[in-house]
């Protein structure tokens, strides 16, 4: 079957269906396409939370579905391919997690939302990366936290914070992990003229934000403005440091309201089909071509079509598991 065929019998199977198509901003243009939603993983699930839909067709990775899942407990999550996992997701598993816990007992729990329900379910507050300094700011001082498993997101919110009882633990993501300080540093020199949004989750934020915080004229935003992020403008040496640390979502709404001409995106490729679609008059110009995340594009329109022809492959969480990371996820959507 060609492209348009499979999106009109996808259409036809979704009104079928009563379903509902949610595409993660790193999915591919024609699986985007498709979708009634995209956004970043909490969008999704907030929408998923809203639909009427009897089905939810998941394009993201495992963990997403999961979510969804969590959430919405009595809807049919489906993902058109299991083997999405996440890279960074999979570093921890809930037994190391038990593990890091017993040696730090007093400690609060945060996770960061790629994890699975299994670590969900351990933890106090998940968060996200729009809501990542927020959650850690309401947690009273005197509490070490233990923040997992983004490395790169938890010395941000540290350095943000200035928050000295963390201890992160030591994942990545492999797509973010390689965005190197030296790779932002070039492309600054290239494009002086440019706005640089960048992903917390990225290999050079650590370094950015120091680099943007100690003396190069530049300044991070310490206030938290409800997308804890921070930002940096100024110059050193001719660079340009026109900067923004920004979620995926705080990066579309970045794009829409900047008055920018060009604009360099530091995070998986897959969200500047989204960004030109949406602001045609600007150029994105991603840092590099290589921020590619292989289990994003797993999701075909193919597999989208055949998810909905034979209903597979539902993602149901255990209630008990589901019960205890529902309740990390509502503690964060009640700081926000
Ligand atoms: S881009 Fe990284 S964090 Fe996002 S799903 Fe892929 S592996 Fe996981």
Redo the contacts with the bound molecule.
Sequence with gaps: MGEVDLKQEIARLKRERDAVILA?N?QLPEVQDVADFIGDSLALSQKAASTDAKVIVFC??H??AETASIICPDKRVLIPDLEA?????STITAEQLKAWKNEHPDAVTVCYI?TSADVKAECDYCCTSSNAVKVVKSIPEDRPVLFLP?MFLGAYVAEVTRRKNMYIWPGE????AGIRPSLVLEMLKTYRDAEFLIHP?CGCTTSMVYYFGNGNGCAVNNNSNGNGNGHGNGHDNGISCNVKFLSTEGMMRYARQSSARRLIVA??VGILYRMKKENPEKEFIPISSDAV????KMITLEKVYRSLRDMVYEVKVQQDTARRARRAIERMLAIN
């Excluded at 995340?293 to 994003?296: A, L, P, Q």
């Design positions: 993660h790193y993201g990775v963990f997403m996992g996440c890279s960074l997701a790629n983004d993501c492999h797509v973010h989750e995070t998986e995340c292989k289990y994003m």
